[in-house]
DNA sequence: TCGACCCCCGAAATCGATTTCAGATGCTCC
DNA sequence: GGAGCATCTGAAATCGATTTCGGGGGTCGA
């Protein structure tokens, strides 16, 4: 592999002329000629890992996901890999699983790479940055906000979608709405069905919502186990809420197995269902702007790498059909 | 951020001694125990940008895929990500969109990286990898094999996949199978539809195989466009083996718009339709063992940058229906 | 003609780790 | 006690780019 000095060499310059042209500045038009055809002859491409050691950052980010089978990180992901690949960035793909240690792990690799930031989907409220924060490395959450330790975060108004959703479902006729929402230390899931309870208070007044509230784990199964246990107890909803795209899929599943179906009895979703082109299933979906979010927060991220000192934001996005 | 020299200054060692505890060799216990305390003590995490430079070579792998939104390349990327993160390394996304263009610059990046290696879906047979293999680094196709340039793969075998696909529909039942297969210079195209033109053949001698074939794009849309055609000619077919997941979901929506739909009329799909819990369909699916294919892909990676010499391979990973 | 100034350019230091080479130390065995 | 050997340690070179600092040469105005 060719190296600056190589090109120096055959283009009778020094290294420093070299780096020079390519940062575009202070050489006369003779040497920028000569050093590119140099350059060009010999195939040089610049080493990034001995230019990241020397300005202490490289063009690297992180992205931490709980898992990148779930579609909805998947068309996070896209939405930020366009981003980031648009701007020179390259994108390293991270699943925590929902597991703290492995999220941990993970940061240590971001500063121990030197990488340029972080888009982080947390674990819990309760994740350490400290040692990115030691670095001043950007960091920016999405989907869930930190409390614990003030970040930039990119957001969807949880409470005004569970609101909106519900609503939906006791407008087509419901009687009595439940709810499956997600773990009780994912905030998303808290907004979630703090927005249905509202809902549900005004629609049902004499029911207790607390009988008709699910908590699972936010997966297929979980999902379906709780759409179980609503449809097994002494007064069934006739409709239901399910706070993610992952636990839809499963409640789907088991009103199936039961001869139920939307929309005669009516469901809601938190986010699209993967691929619903195949097949009508007349459960009222609330997209997310999953793209979107992802786009929005590597351009955040991307600004602080450059250095803009704003005050800390967290952006609100509406979902699409609120 | 600590580095290794002031380590060793706390420690009262020298940088080598520092360097060679962590390297885990040639150092007595005493020595060991206060570097690893001083380490401790200060937080130390080695640089890796600087360990990469120095031995030529870094711990990152790129995973070039077409689109990680497609669910097939989603769980190969887990796959990969599962065998790449236990082995200690980070994996680099990239989505290529089938254009060479983005490809290359991909691969350009992983030169400039100095990456350990690279998973690649290539977009086309003729795509440049004299970079890659200058620097010796470490390749490895998954999906698609590279004829014009030898290097290790992992395919799944798609003839054999496309004939037993279309052999099932005709053995429910179907008179006459057609088959919408993807773009001309994709050689996995080309396999699945030879599959399913030996299966043509044996089962409706009298019809002209390329009367009922199509060729689409793999996606969604391509694949709608291509079922209406079919459904267009004048003697359509009575079911469609299509050579992959989003190409079947457009076949989908376009026979259920027509009021048809499987079983009634037969289909087959080449891949896991996405989220089939969602309703039984009626499609018959060939299952790629999608995550099986990444985490191997990743082994077969990892050996090469440990150094293996063995010849080249091409892993061929039966379809889990065979 | 001389100073002031600007523009280009190269030598050398720098980033933080690894590794070679050579020196110091301690041990065994004659 | 001393030769021979193994073990441990540190100084210094190295990886490849960036950037500071200063020198050389040209222009301009007085």
Redesign the pocket.
């Known amino acids: ?8 060499a055959r283009a ?9 042209v ?2 575009g500045s ?3 038009q ?3 000629r000569v050093v590119l055809a140099a350059a060009e002859e010999m195939g ?4 990034r ?3 990241a ?4 950052t490289s063009t690297v980010i992180a992205l931490i996901v709980v898992d990148i089978e779930n579609p909805f990180f998947t068309s996070l992901a896209r939405g930020v890999e366009d981003v980031t690949r648009a701007a020179g960035y390259s994108l390293v793909l991270c699943n925590s699983d929902d597991d703290p240690v492995r999220e941990g792990s993970y940061l240590d690799v971001a500063v121990s790479e030197r990488m340029a930031g972080v888009i982080l989907v947390p674990t819990s409220d309760r994740c350490d940055l400290s040692r990115l924060a030691d670095r001043r490395t950007a960091i920016v959450t999405v989907d869930r906000a930190l409390h614990s330790h003030p970040v930039d975060a990119v957001v969807v108004d949880n409470v005004a979608g569970g609101r909106s959703a519900t609503a939906r479902l006791y407008e087509r006729g419901a009687s009595r709405v439940a709810c499956i929402t997600g773990p009780r230390d994912a905030d998303t899931a808290e907004l979630r069905s703090a927005g249905w309870r509202q809902e549900f208070r005004r629609f049902s007044p004499t029911a207790d919502p607390d009988a008709y509230l699910e908590h699972a784990d936010y997966r297929v199964d979980g999902g379906r186990a709780a759409m179980a246990r609503l449809l097994d107890a002494a007064e069934p909803p006739d409709a239901v809420f399910v706070a993610n795209n992952l636990m839809a899929v499963g409640a789907l599943a088991e009103l199936r197995s039961r001869g139920l179906a939307p929309p005669s009895f009516g469901m809601a979703a938190y986010g699209d269902l993967p691929y619903m082109p195949l097949g009508p299933s007349g459960v009222d979906v609330i997209p997310m702007p999953t793209r979107l979010i992802g786009a929005t927060a590597a351009t955040v991220l991307l600004e602080r790498i450059k250095g803009s000192a704003d005050p800390l934001r967290t952006v609100v996005l509406r979902n699409e059909s609120d």
């Open positions: 592999m060719a190296t600056i000095h190589d090109v120096a009778g310059v020094s290294a420093a002329t070299v780096s020079r390519f940062a202070g050489v006369s003779d040497k920028v040089y491409t610049p080493n890992t001995a230019r050691l020397r300005l202490q």
